[in-house]
């Protein structure tokens, strides 16, 4: 069973290690080398974690103890991130996470959630009825990361 709650400051390691580990293992077949590192070692702030886990809408998915997946939620609207771990993809728990965060987002007054996501996740999105709003190159340390921002009317 899959249990779906609140992060916490104790999930910080766990979160960063789902984080790298599927960016190296899932992400890395539509980037190349240098943006996987780059983007992976964002892993190493964690400073930036404790405010996401602290100040935004963070949930973390958890099968049998152990992290599975997490997502959180910025401006009330905006996805800003969602990881599944790379030995959970494709069992439902990025559309449990997903479903969550909409609801979220109705709830606080909202009628659309936005995001900018990966190429890699754009079947995924594609598969719950997000538009793409535009396909854009997304500058990041110095390198550009073909992304796109997708919306789905709530
Ligand atoms: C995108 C992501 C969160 C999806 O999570 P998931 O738990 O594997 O997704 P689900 O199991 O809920 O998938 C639901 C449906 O989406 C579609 N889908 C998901 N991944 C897909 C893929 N790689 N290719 C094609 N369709 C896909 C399928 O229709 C799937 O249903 P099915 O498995 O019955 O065919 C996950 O693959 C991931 O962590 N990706 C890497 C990180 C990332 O790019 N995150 C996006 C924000 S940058």
């Known amino acids: 069973m899959i249990q ?3 992060a916490t400051l104790e999930d910080l390691p766990e979160i960063t290690t789902i984080f790298r580990d599927t960016i190296r293992a899932v992400n890395s077949k539509d980037y190349s080398e240098k943006q996987i590192e780059v983007w992976s070692s964002d892993a190493d702030n964690l400073e930036e ?3 996401r886990i602290e100040n935004l809408y963070f949930l973390v998915a958890e099968f049998k103890g152990q992290i599975a997946g997490f997502a959180y939620l910025k401006n009330g609207f905006h996805l800003d991130g969602l990881y599944v771990h790379k030995d959970f993809q494709r069992r439902t728990i990025g559309s ?3 479903r969550i965060m909409e609801s979220r987002a109705t709830a606080n007054g909202y009628e659309v959630l936005k995001s900018d996501i990966s190429i890699t996740a754009f079947p995924f999105f594609d ?3 997000y538009e793409v709003e535009k396909r854009h190159k997304k500058n990041y340390k110095g390198l550009a990361f073909e992304n796109i921002i997708v919306y789905r009317d709530l």
Do not use: V
Request: glycine share 0%.
């Open 96 to 98: 449990k996470l997903l």
């Open 4 to 6: 779906i709650r609140q």
């Open 49 to 51: 974690w404790k405010d």
């Open 127 to 129: 598969s719950h009825y």
